[in-house]
């Protein structure tokens, strides 16, 4: 169990809100519009990213295509789709923690809005796409955060879903970096300081 830390830095989907559902089911629908096959581990290239990156720097069956009309499509495939859950433990970590919260999202501010709701504001510091020119996995998403915040990267706790997300917190020199299994299994997020089964679990630490 690690030590009480001074912030905690906390992933948005995946993590906080149970939205990896909903996110495959924009890509698969868009797939499906544009004619190309979609597997589970070309789904998996996306996930803690920003789609955008992933578009402009991955192999994949969208070679050649223009990034911004890909990203327009993939919004377009969001309408009409239920907005997701919070995630099992996601309101009593956030009420309940007696450090600064950060935010940290390869999402948009609207998106963290329409998921967290007045949880929100609860947050000391958000920091989503539009604060960075490099998404997770590069650090400055956490980087970001924790100049923000004013604290020493060690001492912080940082609390991810994915693989992208665990790097991006590892290699800002964040002390703890906590995996929650679930869009992952365990040993696809053996980066983690720490992986845990759920939220509870870190709620616990803090």
Known sequence: MPDQPAALLLDLDGTLVDSEGFHRQVFRNWFAARGWDADEELLDAFTGRRADDVLAADPGPWDGEDVSVMTAELLAHTA???????APGAAELIT??????ALVTSATPDWART????LLDRFAVVVTRNEV???KPHPEPYAV????????????LAVEDAPAGVASAVAAGVGTVVAVRGTFAAEQLSGAHV???SLDEVAGWL
């Open 80 to 86: 009409g789709l239920p907005a997701p859950k919070l």
């Open 96 to 101: 309940g923690a007696r450090v600064p919260l």
């Open 115 to 118: 998921c967290l709701g007045e």
């Open 133 to 135: 020119s490099e998404g």
């Open 145 to 156: 955060a924790i100049r923000a915040l004013g604290v020493a990267a060690a001492s912080c």
């Open 195 to 197: 992986v845990v089964a």
